[in-house]
């Protein structure tokens, strides 16, 4: 099967511009995850999805993030100004359903973001 | 709320030594555990899940163990290789949710 589709892989912007990114989930996975990876920390849930539904939003910074599932297939995570304290590596996972274990998670390669 | 810590946050040895890498977690109450490697550029991928009513998993040579009244875990990596260089994390699941730690860099010397 194929896996979770991320792009771009990498993308540099200047502060205050925005910057969009893609997921694809694995065909059939109702969930969807976008995380937030600073170097040398470990993954920051930002939002999950429910099929074309917000299960958890409680990190995401609203203000300027936002992200959007409108068919329950693909999404889209956007940036709108980005900071410095955004470049981050910024990871799409999906599975099953809410409740799955490891064996149901399936990450994407992320996309490494440097905003300059 | 809680908190998950894995130490040490970075560790080197030889090739062919038997190495034990290290998560804690603040609050018992968890659904599982799973262990997690990362590559650099990579996504994650999953190399064990642990139930909260289980001790341990293996996977060929690695061995992780679960000690939920300690709040611990350990991932246990037999006859290490070169090709086992790369990050590991640990995550809890509490509530439908991933916990994560910072992950240890592994870096086996040839």
């Known amino acids: 099967e194929a896996g979770v589709a991320q792009s771009p892989r990498y993308k540099i912007i200047e502060k205050r511009q925005s910057v969009a990114f893609w997921c694809n989930p694995i065909?059939?996975?109702?969930?969807l995850y976008w995380y937030q990876q600073i170097l040398g920390q470990g993954p920051k849930l930002l939002i999950q999805?429910?099929?074309?539904?917000?299960?958890?939003d409680s990190q995401l910074p609203k203000d300027r993030f936002s992200a959007e599932r409108l068919k329950g297939v693909d999404s889209t995570l956007k940036i709108q100004p980005a900071k410095l304290e955004d470049s981050a590596v910024y990871l799409c996972?999906?599975?099953?359903?809410?409740?799955?274990?490891?064996?149901?998670?399936?990450f994407g390669s992320g996309t490494r973001l440097t905003v300059v | 709320k809680q908190e998950v810590t894995q130490i040490p946050a970075a560790l080197s040895v030889p090739e062919g030594e038997n190495l034990v890498l290290n998560c804690s977690f603040t609050?018992?109450?968890?659904?599982?555990l799973q262990w997690f490697r990362q590559d650099p550029g990579k996504g994650l991928t999953s190399l064990l899940l642990?139930?909260?009513s289980q001790r341990e998993q293996t996977s060929g040579r690695l061995n992780a163990s679960l000690d939920k009244s300690s709040g611990r875990s350990t991932l246990y990596i037999a006859a290490s290789q070169p090709g086992d260089s790369a990050t590991y994390l640990c995550?809890?699941?509490?509530?439908?949710?991933?916990?994560w730690g910072a992950g240890t860099k592994l870096i086996i010397k040839p």
């Open positions: 065909s059939g996975h109702a969930t």
């Open positions: 999805f429910q099929n074309n539904g917000v299960v958890d």
């Open positions: 995550a809890v699941r509490s509530n439908y949710q991933l916990i």
């Open positions: 609050d018992s109450a968890i659904y599982n």
């Open positions: 996972a999906s599975s099953l359903g809410p409740g799955q274990g490891a064996s149901g998670y399936t």
């Open positions: 642990i139930q909260s």
